[in-house]
């Protein structure tokens, strides 16, 4: 997991996303992902690409569903995989939050305070993926005090989409995909 802390919570993920180092990385060409050959996808060259939500902007190496209105199938056949496979990511978040609640709350300590626990609690996440130790449901149960906490339109997301070179390579790449996607469904 790469994690890009200091933000405040209510700066947009695709700014937080765009300056962080893995983001730079990937705008500039130079992830891991540029030494990897590219795979043809329907007659397009991809290179490993990360999953995004509505949030993001669609890029070669970002791949976003399409907007929910007026879909052909394949289409909405790409929004359900793109979604499912997501839905490992959203889990794994959930499951940091479930077990390092402090994730969950408002912290008024110092800043630099806030910055090493939340690193802490993400490296002690990782530590418990990998080894799969046991993650409890009760976990997910939120107390009174958290759900106070909640923003109001916490999930509500602008969809910023700018026009440029990058938003159209990454329109043809997610185009592929979903050719491919639905060229080879069982």
């Known amino acids: 997991m790469d994690i890009s802390v ?3 919570g209510a700066v947009h993920d695709w700014r937080v996303f765009r300056t962080s180092d893995l983001g730079r990385s990937f705008e500039n060409h130079e992830s891991f992902v540029e030494e990897l050959p590219p795979r043809n996808i329907e007659g397009v060259d991809v290179k490993p690409y990360i999953l995004g939500d509505p949030a993001y902007c669609s890029r070669d190496y970002m791949a976003i569903r399409y907007p929910r209105t007026n879909l052909t199938i394949q289409e909405r056949y790409f929004n359900l995989k793109q979604s499912s496979c997501r839905m490992a990511i959203e889990c794994a978040f959930g499951r940091g939050k ?21 690193v802490t609690c993400c490296i002690l996440h990782n530590i418990c993926e990998q080894f799969k130790i046991e993650y409890l449901d009760v ?21 910023i989409q700018p026009v440029h070179l ?16 639905w060229n080879n469904r069982t």
């Open 166 to 181: 990058q938003q159209q390579r990454g329109t043809a790449v997610r185009d592929a995909i979903k050719r491919h996607l």
């Open 139 to 159: 976990w997910d149960e939120r107390t009174a005090t958290e759900a106070e906490f909640d923003p109001p339109n916490a999930n509500i997301q602008p969809n």
């Open 6 to 8: 200091g933000w405040p």
């Open 98 to 118: 479930g077990r390092w609640r402090v994730l969950m709350k408002m912290n008024e300590a110092k800043l630099d305070n806030i910055i090493e626990t939340t």
